[in-house]
């Protein structure tokens, strides 16, 4: 049921933690109310129909400053988590989103143009088959390291440190800092504890940790400067824009969103396949038939996004969807609704790993902000997967896997055979 507010369609809330892991739930919900509608508890506009979404993505009138000054609007913090988060974003850990420490993740061009033009050349596909007898490696060597058990914890045996270790390789992160890279808040070496947001302890833990934390990063740089290799960490701190260098602080920046972003859109990717492939009764066909695995690997994609929503900020008044949105007003853009929306796909709730087409949102289809690991993911999920099949024939899902938050399993529990 819609209920109206001023001008406004008002919808349920979907980021309630119940629906975590539960796209299709959320789909139910979305349906409740118009493709475009108003949260009041978040005090943002909702897009969760296709054409919507789309017409977003490939329009700079949907900011990015929403992740530099409205990222918070979406998380339940006490008083004293909200005070520690904003000091480590504007003091000494990330530089992620504010002061000189701009990444990506929040700017929009022209801003966003050159750094994206320095960055685009290691993640063409003649940069990514340099890397696939790496990934290949990498799987071998972490398989190979469960010798004969029978039973793993797969997020933490391979999903995770896969991606982990192929960026720090392509980012050029020194090896004991690769771990604290993936999570700010609690700075954990395991994918665990990302059962529940992050709360107050996290922030203290991580605000302890902060300063020493930013003097080793800063040491890096200076090394990168003095040795530049081909790396992205050298590239960047040796660029010039303008004919200036990159400020450190935005090196930082860049950094750490490209690391982040693709471990965890990795790392959800990989265990969603071995879930998702075995829990709907395809894991054999598949199996049998590897043709069909890049088409199923996009299935998945679509029927359960690593990236379960984005926002931006108006930077104009326009009408989307029938609404008037107003400048300066957050949207949310909810890629696990799109990407079931009737108009867009038939039967959206089914698991079709030969749907043609399939143009799902979950990278952010093509336009200036379109994921740049996604290259590497895919290949990272075809070749874990390939390798896992081979090895594994029958292997089975133990149980219920654990979620991790809004991005995909912390808890995958198999029995290989």
Partial sequence: MTIQIADKPVGPDLLDPKLHGHPEMIRQRADEAPPVFWSEKWRAWCVTGYPEAFAILKDSRFSLEYNMRKTEQTQDLSPEALELRRELYCGGLTHLNFDQGRSLLVMDPPEHTPYRRILQPFFLDREVAKFLPIIHGIVDRLINAWGTSDEIEFMNGLAYPLPVILFGDILGIPQELRHKFIDYDAFTNTRNTKSTLANVEDYRKAAAQGPAYSAKIDEVISAKRACPMHDIFSTLVTAQIDGKPIPDARVRAMVYLLNTGSVTTTTTLIGNCIYYFRHFGIWDRIRDNLDLLPQAIEESLRFDPPAPYVGREMAVDMELGGQMLKKGETVLIFFNAANRDVREFSDPSEFQIERSPNR??????????????????????????????????????????????????????????
């Fill in 360 to 417: 799902h949102l979950s990278f952010g289809f093509g336009g200036s902000h379109f994921c740049l690991g996604a290259p590497f993911a895919r290949q990272e999920a075809l070749i874990s997967v390939t390798e896992m099949m081979k090895r594994y024939p029958n292997l089975e899902v133990i149980g219920e896997p654990e979620h991790a938050n809004a991005f995909g399993f912390s808890k995958l529990m198999l029995k290989l055979h």
